[in-house]
């Protein structure tokens, strides 16, 4: 086991690697997946970019993730500022509003607010006209219930990185007669940045996926794609196959974007120094950890 720490591979994450190599080992070699014949063709048409709606499926899930991420951060803030405020109605709100949304699924959310909502003649999403661009309602529903959503966890972790900050920072402030927003703009918000920005890349990278759940609104994204198209030429396992890839690479693009991100964030502090780099690419992707960070050093030892 100490070996496998030191090279900084994690006994039980290995396990769980086999146990699900055996599993599939196991499968392939029933007599049920015997008749399975896997067609390449089929396979690398359903993910070859230049194939009917997949470019234009790509990219509406990256702009409804970004376009929902942004809402959850502008949410988490005021949530966040709200939760620590002073006067009690805020906090009562904030509280509520991160309450219900973390206590409830997000697949319940859609359908409530969407058709729910409909149903009961509370709020209709009409369709939106931005920039010249005529942005459907549906589209529109499944960017607002997602930042909803989003900012209730963001709100958590904004709250932790503002109380990351030294309260000296804020008495120096009010010394030299600042007022409260231009402690929070001008000093806080800047230093809580680099402990949020971590977080924040692993919630967009959660947002990418979890954009596959507003296919029960009806709207084409990445997943309801595939789910089109195996019903059309039924071969679900190649067209999951190629909708599993698509999500693996925009995740995986991320991390390297995500990580250019923390280093500038980085530079002046320790983490940002040479001698501790942070996480690199194989501990994003598997979770294995640095070996400087295994062994007795990572327990504080001799």
Known sequence: MSALRNRGIRPAMLVGCLFLLALVVSGCSSSKAQGFTFKADVFLKALNPTSPGVTGVLYLTI???VVAQLIGVALGVLAALGKMARILPLRIIANTYIW???GTPLLVQL??????????????????TLFGFL?????VAAMAILGVNEGAYMAEIIRAGILAVDPGQTEAAKSLGMTYRQNMTRIVLPQAARVIIPP????FNNMLKTTSLIFVLGVVETYNHYVILQGQNF????AYAAC???????????GFVQGAIERRFARGTATGSSAARG????????GSRPQAETGIDALGGH
Do not use: C, K, Q
């Open 63 to 65: 702009l409804i993730s």
């Open 100 to 102: 219900f949304f973390r």
């Open 111 to 128: 359908v409530f607010f969407y058709y729910g909502f409909g149903a009961a003649h509370l709020w209709g999403w009409d369709d939106v």
């Open 135 to 139: 942005i459907p309602g549906v589209i």
């Open 200 to 203: 924040l890349g692993n919630e």
């Open 235 to 238: 071969r679900p396992f190649e």
């Open 244 to 254: 599993a890839l698509w999500f693996l690479l925009m995740t995986t693009i991320w």
């Open 279 to 286: 996480p690199g690419l194989r501990s994003r992707l598997f």
